[in-house]
């Protein structure tokens, strides 16, 4: 069977980085399915791979082996490390990357990777990535590459808090996508725990939100007028990643306008529900 | 055979949407050949999809599969469809995307999407359009996953109008390309009926064209210049895609400036030609 | 053995031109491989195309055909070439492209294509490239396509250049990447046989800096500080590609800033290495 790679990387589309790096990957494994996941994760910014590699894994087939490189030069504060959860592999540096995954399910190994000083000097940490990632493919037992470690490294500052009182659900903006629309950290599933079917708001500054939509176009609450009226409006759904996402219907950046620009919604600000 | 599935979305390539959708079909078939066309169409614009899929079918083989991510959320306006056409097949939303392609040559079938009801509430409608895209890459019949429809939905905006009295054609602008080039939709077939052979002249505001170039080098008139003399030159062609197009010679947008910048023309813009 | 055919156009990737050139190419042979290494190279700018194909060709295999899509409206300056090189082959508008290349190894064949004539008029320069490409793909000889020439047009201006005393080596900025870092022409070859160990100061206006590093990472010359205290300062390494590259650690054009606009180095501007 055809092995798929996915790459995730703030490498950008500009440069050769990319193709030279696929490049590599058929040169060891000329069959291999290589598949794009994004490669302008803002840079070093390993809150929004978490996200976007969290989103997306899914979509693929158990055995799909993820490479992710944003900030991955290794150094004292940073190891590589390969993972085995959910039946995927994960390849990237042990910088909190996989920490929104593991808190979900218990990884089946993770290895910190020790072969780096097999090769010659020039190897890039990348070219490291590479190999792990042709090793996997072609069947190699993750323990032939690293020495297997308990967890990886946390980052607890991409989860939503529940108010001592548990009357408040507090949350972030953790990613603002291509249509300017705002993905926080508060997920469907934290919110049916909490609000226990109570009424809610959905507070931002300096607006609210009273209901969370099924879907999009559900914002057209009446079939008099056509659903162009409703283009510009502010909403609230749980999008296909679980979280809790603010969006202007229709929005285009350039020309109606987004969630980020309409709301003055930015990376890491605050979103709160309240329950009454 | 391998299938071939092409991609024209406005998801933008910074998000995973995407690399999502290419897992979610190489799950349900690994042999799949996907190749973009565009994921930077501006955001729920469906007469620029409807220009760039116009433009660029006829460079793949029959048979092939357009899947069209553009304005797709299903509601009360807007049904899925897919059609057959020209040997090619085409699934979208019944918004106007492909009455370009239908004003040409008539389809050979066109079906409402009615498996909806099949698949779980989670679903999205993206997820459908990727089971109708399997199903016909598996060979399998449109009448299995809809029903027959006579015609698809007509947008007229995109066609150019002769003057009643026959001395003009007023077209408009309906797409910037990555170098600042203003596309019309004056095709040249248009062109050619209306003329008869007369003299003409392209008005903009606020300046003109009196020539119609048959490639772009053929600016450099003269021998005795070198091409360069040449750069930033407005001009007239018909592109490949058959359309009228006014172009800066070597046009780089942020250097020598576009004819989108130079000459202040925007989208749906007027441009009309006079003959004599 | 399935063929690699790359991609290197300045067409970006808004437009349906990337997707139309690789649905011709697999109408033509449905089983080859097709990489994009860069579509954002900048319009025409030729010397970014020659550094981004000199910097990632090698990470290929040997056999890769490499069809390069800047500045290549064939007229009175310009004529169409393939060349094969260190055994891979490059097709291209003769425009100085190739000059970086064979400055450093000499070329087992370059051909002047000549098979324009065999095709229908509407035939674009594009199509003719592709055309090449498949027939080298399928096995296909150069000087079936084309009539053997000498050498490739030379560009000097991509050489940097040793002062006559010998104590300085003065270089420009030939490429400024993502991450907004800031490559020159000045290789780590060049480098070492000039200072032949001398101590050396790295001169820009109105900077300068004294080491180059080994990799980004040893920018952290301490263990007392975490890296975090280091992002934002500027360095210099020879990058993968071998060049002289100066960077800010950890930079995010947005936030931090980048070597291009922190230090005010433009496409152009000169970088002098002095040797004391």
């Not at 799909?64 to 995927?88: P, S």
């Not at 009182?165 to 508060?186: A, C, M, R």
């Not at 176009?217 to 007028?225: E, G, M, N, R």
């Not at 969630?259 to 529900?273: C, E, K, Q």
Request: aromatic content about 10%; hydrophobic content about 40%; proline content about 4%.
């Amino acid at each position: 069977m055809m092995s798929i790679i996915t790459l995730t990387t703030d490498y950008g589309l500009k440069d050769h980085f990319v193709g030279s790096l696929k490049g590599k990957i058929i040169s060891e494994l000329p069959d291999a399915r290589i598949i794009d996941i994004s490669h302008d994760i803002d840079p070093f910014n390993t809150a929004e791979a978490s996200y976007v590699i969290g989103a997306s894994y899914l979509s693929f087939p158990k055995g799909t082996i993820h490479l992710i490189g944003v900030d991955i030069e290794r150094n004292k504060e940073n190891q590589h490390i390969a993972m085995q959860w959910n039946d995927h592999f994960f390849i990237c540096a042990d910088n909190g990357i996989l920490s929104m995954l593991t808190q979900k399910i218990v990884p089946q190994k993770i290895v910190e990777i020790n072969i780096h000083d097999r090769f010659p000097a020039e190897f890039s940490d990348l070219d490291i990535f590479i190999q792990v990632a042709c090793h996997i493919a072609k069947g190699g037992l993750l323990n032939v590459i690293g020495k297997e470690i308990p967890t990886v490294k946390e980052v607890t500052e991409l989860q939503a808090v529940v108010a001592a009182d548990g009357n408040s659900l507090k949350g972030y903006v953790i990613y603002i996508d291509h249509f300017g629309n705002i993905v926080t950290n508060i997920s469907k599933q934290q919110f049916l725990e909490v609000a226990k079917g109570r009424p809610y708001e959905i507070v931002m500054k300096p607006k609210s939100i009273k209901t969370i939509l099924p879907n999009y176009s559900a914002i057209a609450t009446s079939d008099k007028y056509p659903i162009k009226t409703y283009e510009g409006e502010k909403l609230a759904i749980f999008n296909e990643a679980g979280f809790l996402e603010i969006a202007i219907f229709r929005s285009n950046p350039s020309k109606v306008g987004s969630a980020n620009s309409l709301l003055g919604l930015n990376y890491r600000d605050v979103i709160t529900i309240k329950f009454s």
